[in-house]
């Protein structure tokens, strides 16, 4: 049985902490007197909240949502904080916290059985973003590189065979790294002219033969065919 939905927010910043609702500002001072602005967790948790109210709404559960901050570092000193409706505290008052809640909110609203079915309507709402890095691309040294000079030489198809102009090294399997890279960092599909881009391959019957020797699954037609770079990229120089 539940009474009331606890939403809140770690924080786990050190230092004095104050709180002003009217700029929506949220300022650390350090020991040594310097002071910086932060994304007010106030705002951030009554946001949260709202939302956590609104999909509640829209299941037909009344369910009070009780929105809080909690400062996790034994660092922090809480100092002014003017937010009336978010409560804001230290970890260690946790227990202190909810007891007061347990005793202000005691008739159950919902049965077990509701709760299970909130929290599988909340698990299906959640939609999983892949993770990107965020980075300068302009910045990064492509192609096929070589594991000798640690990466740092990019390798060329010569005869057959990837050719380390630096150190003289030849590794076929740093092309398949290279694919591997490339799908981290740039995307799943490579096209044929985005291949010779990223090889430096100026021949595009060598790219051709060098991207249908993969045996990837492709999608598109013609100019427009993409090649798909699986996760197992790397395994698959083993099979040659
Ligand atoms: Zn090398």
Request: charged fraction near 30%; glycine fraction near 6%.
């Given at each position: 049985?539940?009474?009331?939905?606890?939403w809140?927010?770690?924080?786990n910043?050190s230092g004095g902490i104050?709180i002003i609702?009217?700029?929506?500002?949220?300022?650390r001072?350090?020991v040594d007197?310097?002071?910086?602005g932060?994304t007010?967790?106030v705002d951030?948790?009554?946001?949260h909240?709202?939302?956590?109210?609104g999909?509640?709404?829209?299941l037909?559960?009344?369910?009070?949502?009780?929105?809080?901050v909690?400062?996790c570092n034994?660092n922090?000193i809480?100092?002014?904080v003017?937010?009336?409706?978010?409560l804001?505290?230290q970890?260690?008052?946790?227990?202190?916290?909810?007891?007061?809640?347990?005793s202000?909110?005691?008739?159950?609203v919902?049965?077990?059985?509701?709760?299970?079915?909130?929290?599988d309507?909340?698990?299906?709402?959640?939609k999983l973003d892949?993770?990107?890095?965020?980075?300068d691309k302009?910045k990064l040294?492509?192609?096929?590189?070589c594991?000798?000079?640690?990466?740092r030489?990019r390798?060329e198809y010569r005869?057959?065979?990837?050719?380390?102009p630096?150190?003289?090294n030849?590794?076929?399997?740093?092309f398949?790294?290279a694919l591997?890279d490339?799908r981290?960092?740039?995307?799943?599909e490579?096209?044929k002219s985005?291949f010779?881009e990223?090889t430096?391959?100026?021949?595009k019957?060598?790219a051709?033969r060098l991207?249908t020797?993969l045996?990837?699954?492709t999608?598109?037609?013609?100019?427009?065919?993409?090649y798909?770079i699986?996760?197992?990229?790397k395994?698959?120089?083993n099979?040659k």
């Amino acid at each position: 049985m539940s009474e009331f939905y606890p939403w809140l927010e770690a924080k786990n910043l050190s230092g004095g902490i104050d709180i002003i609702d009217e700029t929506s500002q949220c300022i650390r001072t350090r020991v040594d007197g310097r002071a910086e602005g932060f994304t007010n967790p106030v705002d951030q948790v009554r946001r949260h909240g709202r939302f956590v109210s609104g999909f509640l709404h829209e299941l037909g559960v009344a369910l009070p949502v009780v929105c809080g901050v909690v400062f996790c570092n034994a660092n922090s000193i809480i100092g002014k904080v003017n937010a009336r409706d978010v409560l804001v505290f230290q970890i260690t008052g946790l227990r202190y916290k909810l007891d007061q809640l347990y005793s202000q909110f005691q008739q159950p609203v919902i049965t077990e059985e509701q709760l299970l079915f909130i929290a599988d309507k909340f698990i299906a709402r959640r939609k999983l973003d892949s993770w990107r890095p965020k980075y300068d691309k302009s910045k990064l040294r492509v192609g096929v590189l070589c594991r000798h000079c640690h990466h740092r030489s990019r390798m060329e198809y010569r005869y057959g065979s990837w050719f380390c102009p630096r150190c003289g090294n030849k590794d076929d399997r740093a092309f398949y790294e290279a694919l591997y890279d490339y799908r981290l960092l740039w995307g799943e599909e490579i096209s044929k002219s985005e291949f010779c881009e990223f090889t430096r391959i100026e021949s595009k019957k060598t790219a051709y033969r060098l991207l249908t020797g993969l045996k990837l699954e492709t999608v598109g037609a013609n100019r427009n065919r993409k090649y798909k770079i699986p996760p197992n990229i790397k395994q698959m120089s083993n099979k040659k």
